[in-house]
C-alpha cells in the first residue's frame, strides 16, 4: 500500500495586513484520508490560513497547491474547481431559500447547462437539475437532515444551520472541506453529534482540515494538529505530541506554565 495522496502543499505562506504579520512563513501539508485541525491562540492567523488555503486572501508570500496543481493567486471559485469546498464561521446561508435550494447552490461548479438550456427547458437540463436535485438530497441525508429539506434555512436551529452548511460544500464533491469553527455555538450533545459526522466524511473519502477552539472536540477526532502562534507555526503532530510540547503549553498557558 502507497502513501497517502498529497493534497495540500502550503510553503512558506506570509500574509501581512499592513503592519500586521498574520502569517509568517507557515509551510504544512494535507494528506488525503486524514482530518486535520489547525489550533491556536486567538490572533493566531488560523482563519486567515483557511482564507489563504481557499483563495478568498491572496498571500503576500509563499505557495500553495490543491491536487498539485499551484493555486497561489487563483481565485476562490477557481480553488473550488480544483476540489476545494469551506464553511465559515459565521453560517452564511440563503435564508429564504429552502434548505435543499442551499444545497444544489453548492453544485453550480458541477453544472453544465448554460441560461439559454435552463429557459427552454431542454431534455439535457431537465436531467441535470434532477440529478443536481438527487445530490442535494444525498448530501443532506449524509449530514441527517434530508427531512428538513423543504424548510425555509431560517427556519432550521442553529445546530441544523451548520450541519446544512456542511452538506452544501459536500454537494460540490470535493476532495477536501475546510472548515471554520464547526463547533463554535453547539451543545454538548450537538457537537459529539458533529465528531461522529466528521468521522464519516473522512471515512467516505473526504478529507477535511478544521479551526476550532474546543480543545476536547479537536483532540478527540483529530489525526494531525498543526498549532500556530503569532502567525508562525510552533507545532505539528499527533494530538498526543501536541498536546505535551512545552510551546504549545506557554502558548496558551503562558510563560510560567
Not at 500586521?20 to 504544512?28: E, N
Not at 438550456?117 to 431534455?123: E, M
Not at 473526504?206 to 480543545?215: E, I, Q, R
Request: include cysteine.
Amino acid at each position: 500500500m502507497g502513501n497517502p495522496e498529497l493534497l495540500v502543499q502550503v510553503r512558506g505562506v506570509r500574509k501581512r495586513f499592513g503592519g500586521l504579520m498574520a502569517l509568517d512563513g507557515v509551510s504544512f501539508d494535507v494528506h488525503a484520508g486524514v482530518l486535520k485541525a489547525i489550533i491556536g491562540p486567538n490572533g493566531a492567523g488560523k482563519s486567515t490560513m483557511l482564507n489563504v488555503m481557499s483563495g478568498l486572501v491572496r498571500p503576500t508570500d509563499g505557495e500553495l497547491a490543491i491536487c498539485g496543481v499551484p493555486t497561489t493567486g487563483l481565485q476562490a471559485h477557481q480553488v473550488a474547481a480544483l476540489g476545494l469546498a469551506r464553511t465559515f464561521q459565521n453560517v452564511q446561508l440563503f435564508e429564504n431559500m429552502s434548505v435543499l435550494e442551499n444545497v444544489m447552490v453548492g453544485r453550480h461548479l458541477r453544472t453544465r447547462q448554460g441560461l439559454l438550456a435552463s429557459a427552454l427547458r431542454l431534455p439535457r437540463q431537465v436531467r441535470e437539475e434532477r440529478a443536481t436535485v438527487a445530490a442535494a438530497m444525498q448530501a443532506l441525508e449524509r449530514v441527517g437532515i434530508a427531512h428538513r429539506a423543504h424548510l425555509p434555512a431560517a427556519a432550521l436551529p442553529f445546530g441544523q444551520q451548520r450541519l446544512l452548511e456542511i452538506a452544501r460544500a459536500l454537494a460540490a464533491e470535493p476532495r477536501v472541506i475546510l472548515l471554520d469553527e464547526p463547533a463554535s455555538g453547539l451543545s454538548s450533545h450537538e457537537t459529539e453529534g458533529l465528531a461522529d459526522l466528521l468521522k464519516a466524511i473522512v471515512a467516505g473519502g473526504v478529507t477535511v482540515v478544521l479551526v476550532d477552539h474546543d480543545m476536547q472536540f479537536v483532540m478527540g477526532i483529530s489525526d494531525e494538529v498543526l498549532v500556530l502562534d503569532q502567525g508562525r507555526k510552533i507545532a505539528e503532530g499527533s494530538p498526543d505530541l501536541v498536546r505535551s510540547d512545552p510551546k504549545v503549553i506557554r502558548a496558551y498557558l503562558g510563560e510560567g506554565a
